[in-house]
């Protein structure tokens, strides 16, 4: 059972916009930053959104991150076939002296 | 650019100790600003966050694994280790090995890059 909350599949079609939810509380997400990895099939997860709607050296903008309250989404516009990958949001969680806490991750498929 | 690599068994004995290295290239594991962290991924399901440690030994562990798990460094041979005993079948997952940065909260809290990660099993 994960801290973080996200829906285990999400779909749409190539030029579509898709948007991926990650839900938590207030000892991780209402208080600190998320951050997003994409993890194509068989590879190491990447780092796609850091500190809620930072995209690093190299992402395409067509990734966007935003947040309100305890919750964040993670939105893909221009769906492409190459999109087709599991996501995982992650934050820092303030209890039990601090830990790191991921989502259980979604399952996105490109129709 | 930095680059991470694990190594270590890929089976391991009910009861015994798995053992890891995280060989980094490209950059120094003593760079100000970044510890050095250790996350697993069971067969099929998400990502556990272990622990990490800055070059100086200061370590932070998952508290479900902290009772289990040493985390080291050798500034040295730039790397780090971990340790995680008396293991069961839960244990078996592939191991990855990361950078950590600073968030936006002041925590160190994302990772990047990642290590290709390595499979073990726990097994007699």
């Known amino acids: 059972q994960s801290v973080l909350t996200q829906p285990p599949s999400a779909s749409g079609t190539p030029g579509q916009r898709v948007t991926i939810s990650c839900s938590g509380s207030?000892?991780?997400?209402?208080?600190?930053?998320v951050n997003w990895y994409q993890q194509l099939p068989g590879t190491a997860p990447k780092l796609l959104i850091r500190?809620?709607?930072e995209r690093p050296s190299g992402v395409p903008d067509r990734f966007s991150g935003s947040k309100s309250g305890t919750s964040a989404s993670l939105a893909i516009s221009g769906l492409q076939s190459e999109d087709e990958a599991d996501y995982f949001c992650?934050?820092?969680?303030?209890?039990?002296?601090?830990?790191?806490?991921f989502g259980g991750g979604t399952k996105l498929t490109v129709l | 650019q930095v680059q991470l690599q694990e190594s270590g068994p890929g089976l391991v004995k009910p009861s015994q100790t798995l053992s890891l290295t995280c060989i980094v290239s490209g950059g120094s594991i003593t760079s100000r600003g970044y510890y050095w962290s250790w996350i697993r991924q069971h067969p099929g399901k998400g990502l556990e966050w272990i622990g990490y440690i800055y070059y100086n030994a200061r370590t932070y562990y998952n508290p479900s694994l902290k009772s289990r798990v040493t985390i080291s460094v050798d500034t040295f041979k730039n790397q780090f280790s971990l340790k995680l005993n008396s293991v069961t079948a839960a244990d078996t997952a592939v191991y990855y090995c990361a950078r950590v940065g600073v968030g936006g909260s002041g925590w160190y809290d994302w990772f990047d890059p990642w290590g290709l990660g390595t499979l073990v099993t726990v097994s007699s």
């Open positions: 500190s809620d709607n």
């Open positions: 992650a934050a820092w969680d303030v209890s039990l002296n601090g830990h790191v806490v």
């Open positions: 207030s000892s991780n997400i209402g208080s600190n930053s």
